[in-house]
């Protein structure tokens, strides 16, 4: 199977995705407007990273299994590791990670990470399936984390912004510390019911988490004119992210965070952690409908 990026295309729109970490790259309209950041180091190299098996910063970055202390990097490492590809179509492709000796020296475990990138009724769908082969619970998290251009080509002025929840999103959203651990402080939801004005200020002090989210679908993009749908059918929490004055926001459905600053508990306690039985496995869904 091929090694360098793959393109998948269907119902007008163009999908681009790299082996490298299975990061989606480009994704490009039926006008042929490309709706993903393209990475620029300046502000920020990623363009839609994966998370996994851990969502943010452990605290020291230690993650405490079976009486052992393993060094886990912010967000996990799959998305610095090479995927295989193991399907290959016009309109839908599959990446592969699987343990070996380096991540079994972060993440004592036998896992199996396909991410299925599919174009179908105008819509990308990307999947996350975590197996466990192994003979033990498998304690595991994952995010996405893509970075679609603000402001949307075609939409109009970046002011003119917003994201609007499915649902109203009053309950308090939390923020990380210096160590990137989430602080204990909890700060009024920034969100007029269901619509989140966006400015650069949001953003100032990192991240928007919200990790008591209700809704499992948004739109982004200008009230009135060009709107994006993104849906997270099985992600309980939310980040948004940019870097002031950048032109990006990432929409990052996650299924955990950060540590919480202080916590020193065991990995499969950590806030957000499932734990996949033997055999077992557990998907995490998130479409992009331009």
């Not at 309209?29 to 709706?35: K, S, W």
């Not at 099985?234 to 940019?242: Q, S």
Request: proline share 10%; with cysteine.
């Amino acid at each position: 199977m091929p090694d360098n990026p793959v393109t998948i295309a269907g119902d007008g729109l163009t999908a681009t995705i790299s082996p490298d970490g299975a990061e989606l790259q480009s994704l490009v309209d039926p006008d042929g407007r490309e709706l993903m950041w393209d990475g620029d180091p300046a502000y920020w190299s990623g363009r839609a990273p994966i998370l996994f098996p851990i969502v943010g910063t452990l605290n020291g970055d230690a993650a405490r299994i079976d009486g052992h202390v393993h060094h886990m990097p912010r967000h996990g490492f799959a998305r610095r590791r090479r995927f295989a590809v193991v399907e290959r179509q016009r309109a839908s492709a599959c990446f592969r990670l699987e343990d070996d000796a380096e991540t079994r020296a972060a993440y004592p475990f036998a896992f199996q990470l396909d991410l299925a990138f599919a174009i179908a009724d105008a819509t990308l769908s990307m999947t996350a399936i975590v197996r466990n082969p192994g003979d033990r619970p498998l304690p595991a998290s994952f995010g996405f984390h893509p970075a679609l251009r603000w402001p949307i080509p075609g939409a109009g002025a970046r002011a003119d912004h917003v994201v609007r929840f499915a649902a109203e999103e009053a309950t308090p959203v939390r923020r990380v510390d210096a160590d990137g651990l989430v602080s204990p402080i909890p700060h009024p939801s920034p969100v007029d019911g269901h619509t989140l004005a966006l400015r650069d200020a949001l953003f100032d002090d990192d991240a928007l988490i919200f990790d008591r989210i209700t809704s499992r679908s948004l739109v982004y993009g200008v009230p009135g004119g060009r709107m994006i749908e993104i849906g997270f059918p099985d992600m309980p929490a939310l980040g948004l992210w940019t870097k002031p004055g950048a032109g990006f926001l990432c929409i990052e459905p996650w299924q955990g965070h950060a540590d919480p600053a202080g916590f020193d508990g065991a990995f499969h306690d950590k806030p957000g952690m499932i734990a996949i039985a033997p055999g077992g496995e557990h998907r995490f869904t998130m479409t992009i409908r331009p």
